[in-house]
């Protein structure tokens, strides 16, 4: 079965740059962001590990803790941490998991089960498509899964920007327009009825039958 949204995030037990997890109980009752890398000492991963330890604070704000992975052992994660810094300015201090025997790689179908048991004389071109990043809500259900080009780095302003709006849409009966941003208007989804939404919102605005706009509910 494949992993999609909704998916239950598949459990595990791993070593970390912070010791021994499972995966699960790491996670608790907040969210997480588990993203990984095919290979260590790699440009485009090492700026994206070290704007990520930029913002770990905006995660934090939001209960949301971050995890990387990467095709590689922990030991030499210790050793590319400091390139990190060198090269970002920031300090990692969350922890990246140690993938050597690639179990975490497949277990979220990054890698196919053919693709061996050991990272040892794997390129990163072996491994391009470990580069994913899984939203994980407090039910442990995948709320969001992004698969981005080795030669792409990612934006994790845009993905700050999709945990607001799945954390915003949790808790109130709406939904978020294209391009949506923290206190933009929203859209009221069709579960609930013009009278309810008049109680819920106060006053809306119809574009169309299916399509009603409202202030960004606050409570």
């Given at each position: ?80 941490q ?89 808790k ?5 327009p ?42």
């Amino acid at each position: 079965m494949s992993l999609r949204i909704n998916s239950t995030a598949p459990d595990f037990e791993a070593e970390t740059t912070q010791g021994s997890i499972h995966f699960h109980d790491w996670i608790g009752d907040g969210w997480a962001v588990l993203f990984s890398h095919p290979k260590n000492f790699t440009p485009v991963c090492t700026t994206e590990l070290g704007t990520m330890a930029g913002l770990e604070g905006e995660f934090k704000k939001r209960n949301v803790k971050i995890i990387g992975i990467s095709v590689d052992p922990v030991e030499s994660h210790g050793k590319w941490q400091d390139d990190i810094k060198t090269a970002t300015g920031h300090v990692v201090a969350y922890p990246l998991i140690g993938d050597k025997d690639l179990k975490v790689a497949k277990l979220y179908e990054m890698l196919p089960e053919e693709a061996g048991d050991s990272s040892d004389g794997r390129t990163p071109a072996d491994n391009a498509t470990v580069r994913s990043v899984y939203v994980i809500g407090p039910d442990k259900k995948i709320k969001l899964i992004l698969t981005y080009p080795m030669t792409t780095g990612r934006n994790f302003d845009e993905i700050l920007r999709v945990i607001d709006s799945i954390q915003l849409t949790a808790k109130h009966q709406v939904a978020t327009p294209a391009n949506w941003k923290q206190g933009d208007d929203v859209i009221i989804t069709a579960a609930v009825s013009n009278e309810d939404a008049i109680k819920r919102f106060g006053a809306y605005e119809t574009i169309l039958p299916y399509l009603r706009k409202t202030k960004q509910p606050t409570a």
